[in-house]
């Protein structure tokens, strides 16, 4: 399956990008993202159209970017406004240029927009997350380098069944293993939820049971938003006055078809003291690497076209992100090969374009 263009894709952690300029590599082009002296984020392609440098490895001066190799220095637009070897009167050529792109910032992560739309035609932002992820609870960030395909690694986040396979030492042992799964899924133009109770045999041993309370029914809510973000909602204790929460807002950042820089988020309602964050990030590693390690496992890393794979009815969110991702590629929006510079010029060569949300 082709990848998806004219979207904003996830590919940072907003705590990630500072004054200091930081390369950041997606469908195997290169980025450069930092911060200006108003806090906004500035993203350029990380070449230098003079000898191809990485201004990644330059230096901020003046909220602009000097490339490490020769000093030329680039405004936020994109332009070139100095170079150092060049005396004061000698004019600058009007193809010292960098293309930009498109930033906004929501939800904790840095959205860079890949396509040509122009600004009132773009897709939205996901705009209805669950406001109680961001007022009540405890958040913990980590990055993973995963060597799997995005799109792959995305469907383990939106996969009900896998439970008791995948993470069958872990919080699967919790649940039944012929367990039956059906549910319904509602859809918009750019995203998809589900939702599915477990029942449970009650009877782990692990840490992670300790930490559930040993209670006895989980229910999962699974969301996706196009083109690379995912959430899953945790709720453990049923129907109880003070259920047992926790959520993982997941950003896949696809380096290349088989390798995905992971953006994680996890929130938790229990224990909600800062000198317990690592211990959750481990434990959110931990449960993300049993995805992984039989996500790297699949043959072709690249989705195959629907009619190649067998599908049943478990597989329904699967299939909506599929049937979603497919009814924009016919439209057209489909990125080509890295080698081409249409897809990722996002006409922005003379115009920078930065937005702060809240």
């Known amino acids: 399956m082709k990848n998806l263009k004219n979207f904003w894709y996830v590919c940072e952690l907003s705590t990630n990008i500072t004054k200091q300029p930081k390369q950041i590599v997606i469908f195997q082009q290169r980025f450069v993202l930092y911060r200006n002296s108003q806090g906004q984020v500035v993203a350029l392609k990380d070449q230098c159209p003079h000898r191809g440098a990485a201004l990644s490895m330059g230096w901020i001066d003046n909220d602009c970017i000097r490339c490490p190799y020769h000093g030329w220095q680039f405004q936020a637009d994109g332009r070139c406004v100095n170079i150092p070897s060049n005396a004061p009167e000698t004019p600058i050529p009007p193809k010292a240029r960098v293309e ?16 040509e739309l ?3 035609e773009r897709p939205p932002l996901p705009s209805n997350l669950p406001e109680y992820l961001f007022t009540s609870m405890r958040s913990a960030t980590h990055v993973d380098l995963d060597h799997a395909n995005y799109v792959r690694l995305m469907e383990t986040n939106l996969d009900f069944a896998h439970v008791i396979a995948v993470h069958r030492k872990s919080f699967g042992q919790r649940i039944p293993l012929n367990s039956t799964v059906r549910y319904q899924v509602e859809e918009d133009d750019w995203s998809a939820v589900a939702k599915f109770t477990y029942g449970s045999l009650n009877n782990s041993k692990k840490v992670l049971n300790f930490l559930l309370g040993g209670r006895p029914q989980s229910t999962l809510r699974l969301s996706f938003y196009l083109p690379n973000l995912t959430l899953a909602e945790i709720s453990v204790g049923g129907d109880t006055r003070f259920p047992i929460k926790f959520a993982i807002l997941a950003g896949y950042c696809p380096i290349d078809e088989n390798t995905t820089s992971v953006k994680r988020i996890f929130f938790r309602n229990t224990l909600p003291l800062p000198w317990l964050d690592k211990l959750f990030i481990k434990l959110d590693y931990i449960l993300a690497h049993e995805d992984t390690v039989v996500a790297e496992t699949l043959i072709p890393q690249s989705l195959p076209e629907p009619s190649e794979e067998l599908h049943v009815a478990a597989d329904a969110l699967n ?6 991702q497919q009814k924009y590629l016919a439209k057209g929006w489909s990125l080509e090969p890295s080698g081409s510079k249409s897809d990722y010029s996002n006409g922005h060569s003379a115009k920078h374009s ?3 949300v809240n």
Do not use: D, H, N, S
């Open 319 to 324: 299939i909506t992100l599929r049937k979603l």
């Open 118 to 120: 122009p600004e009132a």
């Open 354 to 356: 930065a937005v702060l």
């Open 100 to 115: 930009t792109y498109p930033i906004q910032e929501k939800y904790g992560f840095v959205w860079m927009f890949l396509g």
